[in-house]
């Protein structure tokens, strides 16, 4: 088992930043690691993962050049790091982890076990 745990969400201007954190504890922080979202009524999305050892990141189109995906193994914790913030950017967001997964970044929020509960992320214009 792998609990996470969201931190750092709020409300932001656009134009603003945000650092959101998953604290991770259980059984083991060596996996991939994925930022998703979900606005009201649309489909949880990609945001952005990373490999066990960082050697590997993905963004999302709407995310690359604005968050930076990073993780401290030391401290079981991985950060996004979010620039520029949009009003679009709005949503839920979730970060999950999957054993199975360690040196290749999924985009499919199917193939990860371990979700959090979730922060909220608001951006008003």
């Known amino acids: 088992q792998v609990q996470l745990v969201e931190s750092g969400g709020g409300l932001v201007q656009a134009g603003g930043s945000l650092r959101l954190s998953c604290a991770a504890s259980?059984?083991?922080?060596?996996?991939?690691m994925g930022w998703f979202r979900q606005a009201p009524g649309k489909e949880r999305e990609f945001v952005a993962g990373?490999?066990?050892?960082?050697?590997?990141?993905e963004y999302a189109d709407s995310a690359r050049g604005r968050f930076t995906i990073s993780r401290d193994n030391a401290k079981n914790t991985v950060y996004l790091q979010m620039n520029n913030l949009k009003p679009e950017d709005t949503a839920v967001y979730y970060c999950?982890?999957?054993?199975?997964?360690?040196?290749?970044?999924?985009?499919?929020?199917?193939?990860?076990?371990?979700w959090g509960q979730g922060t909220q992320v608001t951006v008003s214009s």
């Open positions: 999950a982890a999957d054993p199975s997964l360690w040196t290749v970044v999924s985009v499919q929020s199917w193939e990860y076990t371990y």
């Open positions: 990373i490999t066990w050892n960082g050697g590997k990141t």
């Open positions: 259980g059984r083991t922080f060596s996996t991939t």
